[in-house]
Nanobody, 114 residues
C-alpha cells in the first residue's frame, strides 16, 4: 500500500493562493491516475481534480480556471495549485492514488476566511 503525505494547507484570505503537495512513498507512474478530493464539514467527499498516468487532467466545475493539478514523476509528487480561493473551498483536501496498491492520504486542512 502506498503512503501518501499531503502538505501545504493552511489559512488563507479569500482571493488568495495555496499550493498543496502530495508525496508518495513509491513511483506514481504505477498508478493509472492521481487525484485530489476534498471534504467540507457535513458534506460528502468530492472530486477536485485528477491527472492520469499520461498527464490528462480533469477538474470539478467548481474549480475550473482556478485550480491546476500537476505532477513530478521523478519526485513522486502531485501538486494542486489553488488560486482565487473562495470560502466555499474550505475543506480537508485528500490525495488519492488510483490502482493496485493505491489509497488515500491523511488529508490537509485548507481554510479560506478573512
Amino acid at each position: 500500500q502506498v503512503q501518501l503525505v499531503e502538505s501545504g494547507g493552511g489559512l488563507v484570505q479569500p482571493g488568495g493562493s495555496l499550493r498543496l503537495s502530495c508525496a508518495a512513498s513509491r513511483s506514481i507512474v504505477t498508478f493509472y491516475a492521481m487525484g485530489w478530493y476534498r471534504q467540507a464539514p457535513g458534506k460528502q467527499r468530492e472530486l477536485v481534480a485528477t491527472i492520469t498516468r499520461d498527464g490528462r487532467t480533469n477538474y470539478a466545475d467548481s474549480v475550473k480556471g482556478r485550480f491546476t493539478i500537476s505532477k513530478d514523476n521523478g519526485e513522486n509528487t502531485v501538486y494542486l495549485q489553488m488560486s482565487s480561493l473562495l470560502p466555499e473551498d474550505t475543506a480537508v483536501y485528500y490525495c488519492y492514488a488510483g490502482g493496485a496498491g493505491g489509497g488515500w492520504g491523511q488529508g490537509t486542512q485548507v481554510t479560506v476566511s478573512s
